[in-house]
């Protein structure tokens, strides 16, 4: 645990020096990858500790964007908006959380899937959010410098919480919420609250990463920040990585970051990206259904155990 | 419900579709007791104990754990206030390791343990249930006699005044059988009251100091284990109406 907070210290202090020897170029590759680590972290907290699987979050991060920017316009510095936004988004999650999680069964994963596109048709269709053509930050907002840094920051906070949370009972509760969730109940774990909890405070974090996301970009439009397409990515993410695990959310997000950047800037592979990202799945759910950490672990495994003798059984 | 009873059922009646499960059970258990609850397949058994700790609902009559109606408690509530249930079935999370599995129980049940007090209290329990080797195992790869003692010991983690055992010897061997009923024994010199379903009528008599008889969701016996069994219509339920 201590060296991993030292590895979590030293990654922060490196990529906070970072614009002092990167190009630009580059440290928005970081920022990018950086934001789709906090969306797979926040999101493996609920989808892969819990096992309550959302096909919904790009609702978090509107809501994060949306209030960001229109607190910006009515005068608010876009940094004193990020509490709020995280608080809506929070709310916003318990109002679909609450009905859906008392029930068994795929209820909640269906229920994500109509609030957000209900939520992105709301967006496009109101007056106070721009409709379809989006908003603009106010000018003067924009400082690249400050707002890579708000990004890395909050990644490796994201990322500390997650593993904190994974040794708390809280944790606990959640990992046997997945395993069983009536032998959960039958040792005393309200399963309910646990969920609500932990969906509130994934929504959170996912709409301060939508927050930082339209200070950055300062222009927002439903089918940026609300498209079903980053829903879909958001779970890939933690399952191609390794689900319900620390580090696989973070693993998937530098494979899925470094694919987007590369697809993005050729013309030929612009639109191929659900093919991957099918592939991807389909190839995980053959072959390691604990993703890229769990294919390293067996590597790894393999290698030490050809390596060293065998040890005489001590049972 | 005598003045010294920790819990009392009154008319407790449960109905799946087309099929009554408990027809109006009613009994009461003192505290400290040992009280067995034995019946054919399919006589309600199993509802009774979900009914008792609220993972099941029951349509109609009244449930009293220390004078407080629980009823229409959630589960966890109810284990929250000292009533716990072990599972026939037994559901361990595979993907946990024993410990951890007996800390879940340890750190949400009624103790609501943390930190280290949690880890001393685990202890003594893989000790007593006698799972302090397998401590650190997947509870995945545990055998079934192993499995039937860590649904005992995350119960026991939850600090109950009522323990409520499913059929904790199904699948024993008889030298197991032996264990498990000094260590339900053991169980009830610690303070805990048990209830507890068994198929092994030997062992049931054994332990008791009182048996309910189910049969078809109705009580047709209840009392000391060696008048029980000689109850003509406990017979007559066991081994047919010829037997009589």
């Known amino acids: 645990m201590k060296t991993r907070g030292v590895f979590a210290a030293a990654a922060l202090v490196l990529l906070l020096a970072a614009p002092r020897f990167l190009e630009r170029g580059t ?30 979050y790009s609702a978090f991060i509107g809501i994060g964007a949306y209030t960001t920017v229109l607190l910006s316009l009515a005068g608010w510095h876009p940094y004193a908006t990020l509490p709020v936004s995280a608080f809506l988004s929070a709310a916003f999650s318990v109002i679909v959380g609450l009905p859906t999680f008392r029930l068994r069964g795929p209820y909640f994963t269906i229920a994500t899937i109509g609030v ?9 269709g109101v007056a106070f959010t721009g409709g379809s053509s989006g908003l603009r930050m106010p000018a003067g907002s924009f400082d690249f410098q400050r707002d890579y840094s708000a990004m890395v920051v909050l990644a490796v906070l994201v990322v500390a919480l997650a593993a904190w949370i994974q040794a708390s009972p809280f944790g606990q509760a959640l990992r046997a919420i997945r395993q069983d969730i009536d032998a959960a109940e039958a040792l005393g774990v309200h399963s309910t609250k646990y969920k ?47 689900l319900g695990t620390v580090a696989g959310p973070v693993l998937g997000a530098l494979l899925f970051g470094y694919l987007q950047i590369k697809l993005l800037s050729s013309p030929a592979l612009r639109d191929s990206y659900l093919f991957l990202y099918g592939g991807m799945l389909i190839a995980v759910m053959l072959f390691e259904p604990r993703g890229l950490l769990g294919l390293y ?14 040890v005489p059984d001590a049972g | ?43 309600g058994k199993t509802t009774l104990f979900s009914c008792l700790v609220g993972s099941v609902q029951p349509n109609s009559g009244i449930v ?32 946990m390791t024993v410990r951890e599995n007996v800390s879940v129980g340890a750190h949400f049940g009624r103790a609501r343990l943390r930190g280290a007090e949690a ?35 995350r119960a026991l983690a939850t600090g109950p005044e009522v323990l409520c055992l499913d059929e904790v010897m199904g699948g024993l061997n008889p030298s197991e059988i032996v264990d498990a009923m000094k260590l339900i024994r053991s169980i009830r010199e610690s303070g805990v009251t048990v209830l507890m379903i068994e198929h092994h009528v030997h062992a049931v008599v054994g332990v008791s100091d009182r048996i309910l008889v189910l049969n078809f969701g109705l009580k047709i016996a209840e009392g000391k284990p060696m008048e029980v069994v000689r109850h003509p219509e406990v017979i007559s339920a066991y081994l047919g109406e010829e037997a009589v």
């Open chain 2, 1 to 43: 419900m005598p003045a010294d009873a920790i819990l009392g059922v009154e008319g407790l009646i449960k109905r799946y579709e087309g099929l009554l499960a408990l027809s109006g059970v009613t009994f009461s258990v003192a505290r400290g007791e040992i009280f067995g609850v034995i019946g054919p397949n399919g006589a």
């Open chain 1, 116 to 124: 957000s596109e209900a939520v992105r048709v709301v967006a496009a």
């Open chain 1, 297 to 310: 672990r067996r590597v790894r495994g393999r290698i030490t155990r050809s390596f060293s003798r065998p």
């Open chain 2, 119 to 153: 880890g001393r209290r685990v202890g003594e329990i893989l000790e007593k249930t006698g799972l302090v080797r397998k401590a650190e195992v997947l509870a995945g790869t545990l055998t079934i006699g192993e499995l039937k003692r860590l649904e005992i010991a």
């Open chain 2, 64 to 95: 009293r754990f220390r004078g407080e109606r629980i009823e229409r408690l959630p589960n966890h509530a109810i284990v929250a206030r000292g009533l716990v249930r072990t599972h026939q079935i037994v559901r361990p999370f595979r993907d």
């Open chain 1, 27 to 56: 440290l928005n590759d970081i920022w990018n990858v950086a934001f789709a680590v906090i969306l797979a972290s926040a999101w493996n907290l609920l989808g892969g500790f819990a096992g309550q699987v959302s096909i919904g």
């Open chain 1, 196 to 242: 609500v909890l932990v969906h509130a405070l994934s929504a959170a974090l996912v709409a301060l990463a939508g927050s930082l996301f339209a200070i950055n970009f300062q222009y927002i439009s439903p089918n940026s920040v609300f498209d079903f397409r980053l829903s879909l990515s958001i779970v890939l993410m933690p399952i191609v990585g390794g």
